[in-house]
């Protein structure tokens, strides 16, 4: 089912009485490709009983980036518009999906790429998501080691994935993609905190098996 809520459309599989909800924000062509990844989620985890909402990205760069940066390759920079992305999923989407009725609802949060980078800061921002899957994220953004020393993620459970050849990239910034997620990994693991972690590498570069990659993600958060 198709909405058009404050202006971004969003898919809704499911029931919204599901006490699992999944939230991922997509591009077009991954938004192509939900129902493969819901189909996977099912068979990997055995549950049926999820709600899927997936929130159509218009502006990529800007609308995922945590603060501003170049580009790292020719064209459009990075924005700041990450608060405001967050803002809209807790302040107008939930809201409107569940009628302030969240409060016995677990809510993963998760995403590729720069979603995967925008999910996981986001988790640094409120508690209110119980696990994040983040999935082949841009941890090399310039600037995210820094900001995570000293800060605690706010969630329950983490699931990391990576490429295994992500980092064999010409490009220097983002070849630093696979350092900072060990440096993520470990970071999360030795927190003294009671949260549940994995790390996962898988084979390919940076734009391999997208579905399978988000689907395995969010089914090992939700069993």
Known sequence: MNNIIEGKECFIYGEISSKDIIIQPVNENE??????????????????????????????????????????????DF??????????????????????????KRLFLGGYSLSGLFSLWSCYQCDIFYA??????????PGWTDYIKNRNIKCKKVYLSLGNKEDKVRNQ????????????????????????IKMELNPGN??????????????????
């Open 31 to 76: 938004f192509e490709m939900l129902e493969k990844e819901i189909e996977l989620i099912k068979n990997i985890s055995g549950r049926m009983d999820f709600c899927f909402i997936a929130i159509l990205i218009d502006d990529w760069n800007y609308e995922l980036s945590p603060w501003g940066n170049e580009g790292v390759f020719k064209g459009k």
């Open 79 to 104: 924005g700041n518009g990450a608060r405001k992305t967050l803002n809209f999923i807790t302040g107008k989407l939930l809201p409107f999906v569940f009628k302030n009725e969240i409060n016995n």
């Open 132 to 141: 994040v899957a983040v999935v082949s994220p841009s941890v090399w953004f």
């Open 173 to 196: 910034i983002m070849s630093k993609v696979k350092a900072n997620i060990c440096i993520q990994y470990e970071l999360i693991k030795n927190s003294n905190r009671d949260i549940d």
């Open 206 to 223: 940076h734009f391999a098996d997208y579905e399978k990659r988000t689907g395995k993600a969010f089914a090992w958060l939700i069993e």
